[in-house]
């Protein structure tokens, strides 16, 4: 049977955006402006796309679309024989272990969007709101029952293949996602105060900018556009060979990073208009969100409800589309390696991603005791991939296509056989960012985990 395809460049572009755009982008980004001289952080944050994250990704693409197939099965047909193979199992592990832990922060965003439905910030007082998620979270059953919910819904678009299910499903949502965004920031740049909050992320601020500002740009970049973890070598490899690689690249950057600063406007002027600090992490989207719709809806309480009930269908919308990403690469390997049918590989992905979420889960309550340098089993799988798993598998893309893969076959996939527009110009450059650049940046960041 016939690998599946994307049916195009727009359908590939919104599956590759989809993946890079989550979470990150709507809790992480705004907080990281603010704190690192805001308007300044921005500029830095483009730099560093440029000499770190596109490059990392052309690297992943290159090996995708070379050939054609998942993690394991690329490394077959570039390095057979060898312990590349090592290489291709990582980028099949990282993102199974990431969707483990990540799907419990989905199935909180799913719960949190039937708390809107239901009002509840509109009738719960500040007090109330404020220990709904640590009352949640600290449940057995009830974020058991969410992140089921919230799996079954990555696996049924997994289960509609690449064109009918992921491709539709990125056409839908990802448009979607802008249209409610903007929603949200043309309402929180309107509330009294939002004026500090713009200054906040407009307003440059030299002082704030340190080494960790660089840092801090370096790793938001390459966090955020979904590297190291096989999910733009697996897309690539359902992209047809005649797309352009620097359209798509390009077009995937500007995507992610333009919905990065639509969310800042959408969530930092509200935060400043109700009085509050911005704050990193979950709490932001969670604990600090939700007050602020109980407190305006003492004056507004329908736009108030409404505009809950937007939010957490963007936060849930996407958490989903990377979600989908992570689970695709898995299937992908079950699927071309295995010989499995895509119904089977699917659901046994699933199962064992269940498991291991399962136990994040329930870190919060029956098991928060089991705990490592003061790290419950959550916190222990999201620093042990940020930190180690998703750095290492960067740094291996950009060893393996500057220095393992011949020049000339690298060129040839990066300019679509010298017929892709404007590719041959920049080949030279990109690949010096690759072999040369990129890998030190990317060091800096690893070693900055560690200080």
Known sequence: MEREKFGGRLGAILALAGSAIGLGNIWRFPYMVGENGGAVFIIIYIAATLLLSLPIFFAEFIIGRRTQSNCIGAMKKLAPGTAWKWFGALSIFIPLFILSYYSVVGGWSLEYLVQACSLTFTNADAVEVRGLFGEFITGTWGPLVFFTIYL???????????RKG??????LTIPLLFILVVIIA?????????????????????????PATLVNALGQSFYSMSLGMGIIITYSSYIKKQENPVVTGFATGVSDFLFAIIASFAIIPAVFSAGIEPGAGPGLIFETLPFIFTSLSETMPVLSSIIAILFFLTILIAALTSSVSLMEVGVAYFVDEKKMKRSSASLLVFTMVWIAGAVCSLSFGPLKGITLLGNNIFDIFDKFASNFLLLIGGMLTLVFVGWKMDKEAVRDEFTSS???????????STYFLIKYVAPVLLGIVFIANFL
């Open 152 to 162: 079954l819904l990555v696996l049924g678009v997994i289960l509609g293949g690449v």
């Open 166 to 171: 992921i491709e539709k499903f990125s056409k």
């Open 186 to 210: 043309v309402y929180s740049v309107s509330l009294p105060g939002s004026s500090a909050g713009i200054a906040y992320l407009v307003r440059p601020d030299w002082s704030k900018v340190t």
């Open 418 to 428: 010298g017929k892709a527009r404007g590719s041959r110009r920049l080949f030279e």
